[in-house]
């Protein structure tokens, strides 16, 4: 370790039953202009932002599942002075700049010890009165013995706090890199994104659990201390429900949602949340979300277009005064037509990274978006992920993961865009069926606006069409509500009282209306004993105007109340709520029964992981031809079990399994 390395403080490692955490240290003091450790289930490659980190070793060897080959370049040899214990971190020079700035740093230089007890398991534990390093698991078992053994010194590994080092090296470096510089895209601050180092194809592999535990309040320091934003990235579903898990832990303990968002914002975000985990929750996304990776808002587009029809300063400076829709109009007509303004239109909007945002709401157990964008930013950072995307009207899927609605058209298909007055006055007769997806999701979910101004023609009429529909139904409830107070009689003996119920239980429930009701199939957003709003809208500063247009149709949540707020603060703020209520709504848990992550369980998943192992292993291969252990088999996979043992993706054959099709989606 060279003298540049920075001071780690000393690891707190497992206690009893091998789970104690490490806290900020005592002389850590909260900085006003800290910034942020964001958590994001994608492509770290494809992220916008100002660095990220790409792991190596002290050959500079990159793994080919980065999937990075033509996009960069490193040294053909390593620099003077590249190894282990020395210089670790470089800037990479020779790269495509579709993506954003990559470092190399030096994380998989070594490998971690394996457990001297059970020889399997990677160690994260050193017992000095044992002079053993041990697993997760084997150290909770043996130091949960006794008392005496309750009071062993024990540390984590130094080859664990090894890979914890590269990564603040990585920030570090970058640091000094980016300091007095703008930050990309107009972000506020900085975005910094890296891995959870050394689990990938790394040394760390087995012990991801222990680099957790170590990392995440290294990088909240490190935020606290740099003043840029971080984002921990990973393609794996296990390790983002590990992360998520222990950064929950850590954030609560530290009460860092707190300090982020106020409690109105923390309410919202828990409702949201527990929608978007029954499954009622939808997205609608406007070009707001795509900003943070550079598009053009739709002003900055209608001037970049106008440019490129070459008019003239005065005709640039009236059309930024008109209405969209008769902008775009006349920028048609400089163009020569709609086939010339719709292909210059797919030529600025193409996306080769997504935004934070973008990201952040990709990782939402959410399974319908609708979306006035013409890029395909959703779609690349769902499929990044290994996810398949259903995209309509254009490529329809079945038994896909999601499915997003392009209402306005797609780059794929430039003769569809929308986007001038005619388009807009013909849009109910030429895609009334995309209107009636619309209309049918107002009604039976509940929407989420993000990066939407409202102010579009088209969902004005179809919000329309739902008030009407809506009032129809709140009509025709209250009269059967009142009809349900009478008492009826048949033959001389009393009947139940008539109740017409017309709003059906949430999704997933198999109670529904019965095909007789007029709102057979429809599982309502909507209860007499509540306001009609079909939706939120999260929106930056707060608009008085627009509050009262809509707060009878939606929960209208602004970041900022204040009117002279920073649009580019707003924005970061909107970030940190959706990443909180992404950590709240993340409803996997594949890391209970994988043992690259015990070293995060605490004693209460420990118990419930025995139990399991205990009754797998009791299962006779008998009980396992049963049919009935397809579901079970089914609930184990989703705790990380697979396939009879407990291995969970302990293999780097599982490691690409878990991610199906992840480098071909990549393409």
């Not at 770290?44 to 370049?73: F, G, N, Q």
């Not at 470092?103 to 394996?114: S, T, Y």
């Not at 698991?137 to 008392?147: E, F, L, P, Q, T």
């Not at 088999?633 to 054959?653: A, D, I, M, Q, V």
Request: charged share 20%; net charge negative; hydrophobic share 40%.
């Amino acid at each position: 370790m060279t003298d540049s390395s920075p001071t780690l403080p000393a690891y707190d490692g497992p206690g009893a039953m091998g789970h104690r955490r490490r806290s900020l240290s005592a002389d850590y003091i909260k900085n006003e202009n800290a910034g942020h450790v964001f958590v994001i289930h994608g492509d770290l490659s494809k992220l916008a932002c100002d660095a990220w980190m790409l792991p190596t070793d002290d050959k500079l060897v990159l793994e080919s599942s980065w999937c990075i080959k033509d996009l960069v370049k490193p040294p053909e040899s390593p620099p003077s002075g590249w190894s282990n214990h020395g210089k670790r971190v470089l800037k990479v020079q020779d790269y495509d700049t579709s993506i954003s700035q990559p470092w190399l740093v030096n994380v998989g230089g070594i490998k971690l010890p394996v457990c001297d007890l059970c020889g399997e398991a990677g160690a994260i534990v050193h017992c000095l009165d044992d002079k053993a390093r041990l697993c997760a698991k084997c150290d909770g078992s043996v130091h949960s013995a006794n008392k005496i053994a309750q009071r062993h010194q024990r540390r984590g590994v130094d080859d664990l706090q090894w890979y914890v080092e590269g990564a603040l090296l990585f920030l570090e470096a970058v640091a000094a890199d980016v300091k007095g510089t703008t930050p990309k895209n107009g972000r506020a601050k900085h975005l910094v994104a890296l891995p959870l180092v050394g689990t990938g194809k790394g040394g760390a592999f087995h012990s991801a659990g222990g680099i957790v535990v170590a990392l995440i309040p290294e990088l909240y320091a490190a935020a606290n201390r740099l003043e840029f934003d971080i984002a921990l990235v990973t393609i794996r579903r296990s390790t983002f429900a590990a992360i998520q898990l222990e950064r929950n832990r850590f954030a609560q303990e530290q009460r860092i949602w707190e300090e982020a968002l106020g409690e109105s914002l923390r309410s919202e975000a828990h409702r949201l949340a527990s929608l978007a985990r029954e499954g009622k929750l939808v997205l609608f996304l406007g070009s707001g979300v795509s900003a943070g990776a550079g598009l053009p808002t739709w002003r900055q587009l209608l001037l970049q277009l106008a440019q490129v029809a070459q008019m003239p300063e005065e005709e640039m400076a009236l059309i930024d005064k008109m209405s969209f829709l008769d902008s775009a109009r006349v920028i048609e007509m400089r163009l020569g037509g709609w086939k010339n303004l719709s292909h210059a239109i797919a030529t600025r909007v193409q996306v080769s990274t997504y935004s934070l945002l973008c990201g952040l709401l990709a990782g939402l157990p959410v399974h319908e978006i609708v979306t006035t964008n013409y890029n395909q930013m959703f779609e690349l950072s769902s499929r990044g992920v290994g996810l398949n995307v259903s995209v309509l009207p254009y490529y329809p899927i079945e038994n896909c993961d999601r499915w997003i609605l392009k209402m306005h058209g797609c780059v794929t298909h430039p003769e569809d865009i929308v986007l001038t007055r005619e388009h807009y006055m013909r849009y109910q007769s030429t895609r009334s069926a995309l209107s009636g997806i619309v209309q049918s999701l107002l009604i039976t979910r509940h929407m989420l606006f993000v990066g939407f101004s409202l102010q579009d023609d088209n969902f004005h009429r179809i919000a329309d069409e739902v008030r009407r529909s809506l009032r129809t139904i709140s009509e025709t409830e209250s009269a059967a509500a009142s009809s349900s107070s009478q008492t009826y009689t048949s033959g001389g003996h009393q009947e139940a009282p008539i109740v017409a119920n017309l709003a059906s239980p949430g999704i997933g429930d198999s109670n529904r209306p019965s095909e007789s009701s007029s709102t057979a199939g429809l599982q309502l957003n909507y209860s007499a004993s509540h306001s009609m709003r079909f939706g939120t809208q999260l929106y930056l500063i707060s608009e008085p105007v627009t509050e009262i247009l809509w707060k009878q149709d939606l929960n209208l949540v602004a970041m900022e109340k204040r009117a002279n707020s920073s649009p580019a603060q707003a924005a970061r703020r909107l970030e940190i709520f959706v990443d909180y209520l992404l950590s709240l709504a993340t409803t996997t848990t594949a890391f209970l029964l994988n043992p690259q992550y015990d070293g995060l369980l605490d004693d209460n998943q420990r118990s419930l992981r025995d139990s399991l192992e205990s009754f797998v292993e009791k299962i006779s291969e008998g009980a396992r031809k049963a049919p009935e252990w397809a579901i079970c088999e089914g609930f184990l996979s989703e705790l990380g079990w697979k396939g009879g043992n407990r291995e969970g993706s302990t293999t780097l054959e599982d490691f690409a399994a878990e991610n199906h099709g992840f480098c071909k989606s990549r393409a």
